[in-house]
């Protein structure tokens, strides 16, 4: 921090309480201080910050690596790049190491869970998605302080950080309703209750209570059926269509192949990536890589406190997403 404070001009006072973002030091300050700090490499040590604040309360704690629980068993390819991106990003900003921990078939749960942990100097765990939704997950919580992305496990009740699905669909049909559509529909996978719960919620609530929207059931399908998909088209006859571009394009398709005689709805999708240019629907824009980084700094305040353990109150933290206009066709 003194090399820094040199570099910057600053005494390494301000250094320190540019570093923590603290308000008593003027915004131009922080960012000239920050960006000279980067410049030079500097990574705050986490072993150090944990001894300052383990001298505050009296208890020891060390934390240089977190552990970062995936279900990886499924064979599938992995879908959470982004998040990936923004937690090992942020952690190494943080001076952190991230140490993936499967559970796969040879997962490892309970007490052994705890020994490996322990050789691997892990105090800490983001609990990653998992490919099947898991009511309980066995981990032995109270050594551990613990954030989780999503709802994949239901049980226990941890830290979370999510997209914020329930506003992104009301942001959504607040664009749907301002482009003059009124008959409206949704598509979405029943199973996959994690976020469709949110996005079903909003979407109903806001047909229940806005006079400008007609009430056109949704369309709610364990898998895509084009049959059940093509009755629901000719009955309610959308002017816009609302789904995850894995039903969109099916959907799109199907009106090439023989809906003849039904005006063609317009589409919007509900999960596209940042940056991602392949889909050229217009909608909502999920930055899970923000996800990511707040599931670091989250856990990181975790252990600076030394919060070990399931929460009192578990709290749940609502990453906003983004509008993005597309080509709609």
Not at 312 to 329: K, L, M, P, V
Request: proline letters at 6%; aromatic letters at 10%.
């Amino acid at each position: 921090m003194l090399q820094v404070a040199r570099a910057a001009g600053v005494h390494q006072s301000t250094v320190s309480l540019a570093l923590r973002g603290s308000s008593r030091i003027s915004a131009a300050t922080t960012e000239k201080v920050c960006r000279t700090a980067q410049k030079m490499g500097y990574r705050p040590n986490p072993l150090v910050s944990a001894l300052v604040a383990s001298r505050k309360r009296r208890a020891p704690v060390a934390r240089a690596t977190m552990g970062y629980v995936i279900g990886d068993d499924s064979g599938q390819p992995w879908p959470y790049k982004q998040l990936d991106e923004g937690i090992y990003q942020r952690a190494a900003e943080l001076g952190y190491r991230i140490d993936r921990l499967p559970l796969g078939r040879d997962a490892i749960y309970g007490d052994r869970f705890a020994q490996v942990a322990q050789t691997r100097d892990i105090h800490g765990l983001i609990i990653a998605p998992l490919f099947r939704k898991q009511i309980t997950l066995a981990l032995p919580w109270e050594r551990f302080a613990a954030v989780a992305y999503g709802y994949f496990v239901e049980q226990p009740s941890i830290h979370r950080v999510t997209p914020d699905f329930f506003r992104s669909m009301i942001d959504l049909l607040a664009h749907v309703r301002q482009a003059g559509w009124s008959r409206v529909g949704l598509i979405l996978n029943t199973n996959k209750r994690s976020k469709d719960h949110l996005w079903l919620a909003a979407f109903l609530a806001e047909q229940r209570i806005s006079a400008k929207f007609g009430r056109i059931p949704p369309l709610l399908l364990p898998v895509w059926s084009a049959s059940q998909a093509d009755a629901w088209f000719r009955r309610h006859r959308p002017e816009a269509v609302i789904s995850l571009y894995s039903l969109l394009r099916p959907a799109e398709d199907l009106f090439k192949v023989g809906m003849t005689g039904i005006p063609l709805p317009r589409w919007y999708c509900l999960d596209i990536a940042p940056g991602d240019r392949s889909v050229n629907y217009p909608g909502v824009v999920i930055n899970r890589a923000e996800c990511g980084r707040a599931c670091v700094d989250i856990l990181a305040d975790l252990l600076n406190r030394n919060q070990i353990g399931i929460p009192a109150r578990a709290h749940h933290t609502f990453i906003e997403t983004e509008w993005r206009d597309g080509s709609e066709t």
